[in-house]
């Protein structure tokens, strides 16, 4: 049973940065495809980020060349690096795993969810 918990949320300006971690236990990160995903009050919840197992990675255009998705193998640890906040970019931010190989951007394709940690870009 893997157990994820979310960390690094907060307040900001626009313009400024935050670093969200995912601290995973009941598995190894290196062997999960993992992702962080969304959800703005009154929306649907919408794909952020995802690495692969083999750490391929794939990020959202909204977020292109801001966020950053990063694994630590070392801490067993998911991260997202967020440069350049928008006020667009307030939500819960949520981490997931999808325990295959194979890695999707589709929130319904991830087992496993943390709680979440909110962020507001004001």
């Known amino acids: 049973h893997v157990q994820l918990v979310e960390s690094g949320g907060g307040s900001v300006q626009a313009g400024g940065s935050l670093r969200l971690s995912c601290a995973a236990s009941g598995y190894t990160v290196s062997r999960l495809c993992m992702g962080w995903f969304r959800q703005a009050p009154g929306k649907e919840r919408e794909f952020v980020a995802r690495i692969s197992v083999v750490g391929t990675t794939d990020t959202a255009d909204s977020v292109k060349g801001r966020f950053t998705i990063s694994r630590g193998n070392a801490d067993n640890t998911l991260y997202l690096q967020m440069n350049s906040l928008k006020p667009d970019d307030s939500a819960m931010y949520y981490c997931?795993?999808?325990?295959?190989?194979?890695?999707?951007?589709?929130?319904?394709?991830?087992?496993?969810w943390g709680q979440g940690t909110q962020v507001t870009v004001s």
């Open positions: 997931a795993v999808r325990l295959s190989s194979v890695c999707y951007n589709r929130a319904e394709t991830f087992e496993y």
